[in-house]
Structures are given as C-alpha cells and as structure tokens.
Nanobody
Framework: VQLQAFGGGMVQAGTSLRLSCVAS????????MAWFRQAPGKEREFVAA???????HYADSVKGRFTISRDNAKKSVNLQMNNLKPEDTAVYYC???????????????????WGQGTLVTVSS
C-alpha cells in the first residue's frame, strides 16, 4: 500500500484546514488508517485513527477540534482540523495497518504503511 498525504499549508490560529491521504494498492490492507504529527524537535505523536468499522479515536489534544473520516470509495482518509492553534504546527503523516487493535493504534511502531508527510504551520 502506498499513501500520499496532501493539504497542508500556512494558516492563522482559529482557522481550519483539511488534510487528505489517498491510498493506492490493496486497500483491504488498511484496516486502520491514522494521522500522526511531528513538531520540530519532538517525537512523532498520534493524532487520530479510523477503523474500517468506522470507529474513531483521538488524542486528547485534538479531541473536539479534529475529525477523521474515511472514504472507502476514494481509498482515502481525511482529517478536518478546526480551531487550529500554533501548537498544532507540525508535519502530518498518514499511516495504515492491516490488523491493529485499539490498544495499539497510538504506537507509531505498529503501523506498516506511511505517507510522506505534509506540513501544517499555524501562526498566532
């Protein structure tokens, strides 16, 4: 599975941005699709995940502001980011895996497939 993320940009605090990640290859291998982010000087951290069953999970820092959604027809997963804050500035990566369970989804080491990342910069 190959993943390509796009939609990043430079925005002001309080505004919105929508990221998309399109998969090519065997989409049946994307039991879980997720977004991670990595800010300068920090480790890559979990943002949100979406199971094929449609259940979703979020990091506490983005809960209520970000929404992850999957479009199986388009083989894509989207991340709608509202009320952006300067601390949301990071490179955002999409990831996918064939068989994770809920207790594993926050660990970046568990994912088999990664996209190239897209930069989001939020100015105050």
């Amino acid at each position: 599975v190959q993943l390509q993320a796009f939609g990043g940009g430079m925005v002001q605090a309080g505004t919105s941005l929508r990221l998309s990640c399109v998969a090519s290859g065997d989409f049946s291998r994307t039991h879980v699709m997720a977004w991670f982010r990595q800010a300068p000087g920090k480790e890559r951290e979990f943002v949100a995940a979406n199971f094929r069953s449609s259940s979703t999970h979020y990091a506490d820092s983005v809960k209520g502001r970000f929404t992850i959604s999957r479009d199986n027809a388009k083989k894509s997963v989207n991340l709608q980011m509202n009320n952006l804050k300067p601390e949301d500035t990071a490179v955002y990566y999409c990831a996918a895996d064939r068989s994770l369970i809920m207790s594993q989804i926050r660990a970046r080491s568990q994912y088999d497939y990664w996209g190239q990342g897209t930069l989001v910069t939020v100015s105050s």
